[in-house]
């Protein structure tokens, strides 16, 4: 299933890869099942992508991927009860920055599609957020981060747009203005 997709990205990877290769861009649902992100080590998805870039010299891996995190108390609408718990968590649509030697950094996409990621008018219709995740047919709104964010990898900066925050010129101005030499 999954790792099978993960071996024939890889493998295409593999084959354009020159001495010149310094990040490996990844399709956007190349993670397809979310992982704890907390407990990424946990992940047999991540660590398959943490070997592979292990033994690439000096490249890094860029890749679109679905996380949650944990939470002891709602302090968003967007935290979902965990069914039997006390505790909460909240989804996320990610772009991961996989890096030989760090930690793993992962970036919320902010500019969210409403209805099916963002739930609207949340904020004067509190009740709206909990309906659209009791009926099974929507998740209910995902998490974001918080303003434009850049990442550094090999040497340079960059600017990581998830999915359709790409029509949100203000952002990418934003995260040109922090400096990203180019746009991911």
Same mark, same amino acid.
């Given at each position: 299933?999954?790792?099978? /997709?993960?071996?024939?990205? *890889?493998? /295409?990877?593999?084959?354009?890869?020159?001495?010149?290769?310094?990040? !490996?861009?990844? @399709?956007?649902?190349?993670?397809?099942? @979310?992982?704890?992100?907390? +407990?990424?080590?946990?992940?047999? $998805?991540?660590? %398959?992508? /943490?070997?592979?870039?292990?033994?690439? #010299?000096?490249?890094?891996?860029?890749?679109?991927?679905?996380?949650?995190?944990?939470? @002891?108390?709602?302090?968003?609408?967007?935290?979902? @009860? !965990? =069914?039997?718990?006390?505790?909460?968590?909240?989804?996320? #649509?990610?772009?991961?920055? *996989?890096?030989?030697? +760090?930690?793993?950094?992962?970036? %919320?996409?902010?500019?969210?599609?409403?209805?099916?990621?963002? *739930?609207?008018?949340?904020?004067?219709?509190?009740?709206?957020? #909990?309906?659209?995740? %009791?009926?099974? #047919?929507?998740?209910?709104?995902?998490?974001?981060?918080?303003?434009?964010?850049?990442?550094? $990898?090999?040497?340079? $900066?960059?600017?990581? *747009?998830?999915?359709? =925050?790409?029509?949100?010129?203000?952002?990418?101005? =934003?995260?040109?203005?922090?400096?990203? =030499?180019?746009?991911?």
């Amino acid at each position: 299933g999954l790792l099978k /997709q993960l071996d024939m990205f *890889i493998a /295409q990877a593999d084959s354009l890869m020159t001495e010149n290769t310094a990040v !490996v861009l990844s @399709p956007e649902t190349v993670i397809s099942i @979310p992982f704890y992100a907390d +407990q990424y080590a946990n992940s047999n $998805t991540f660590n %398959h992508l /943490q070997n592979k870039v292990n033994e690439w #010299d000096n490249v890094s891996l860029v890749s679109g991927a679905g996380t949650f995190k944990f939470f @002891p108390k709602r302090t968003r609408p967007s935290m979902k @009860p !965990v =069914e039997g718990q006390s505790n909460f968590y909240e989804l996320y #649509d990610d772009l991961l920055l *996989i890096t030989k030697g +760090q930690a793993p950094q992962f970036v %919320h996409k902010s500019e969210l599609v409403i209805g099916t990621e963002k *739930i609207p008018f949340v904020k004067y219709f509190p009740f709206l957020e #909990d309906f659209a995740y %009791h009926t099974g #047919d929507l998740t209910g709104s995902i998490g974001v981060e918080e303003e434009p964010r850049v990442l550094n $990898t090999q040497g340079f $900066t960059f600017a990581p *747009i998830i999915c359709y =925050e790409s029509i949100y010129g203000w952002r990418t101005a =934003e995260q040109v203005r922090k400096r990203a =030499e180019a746009l991911f």
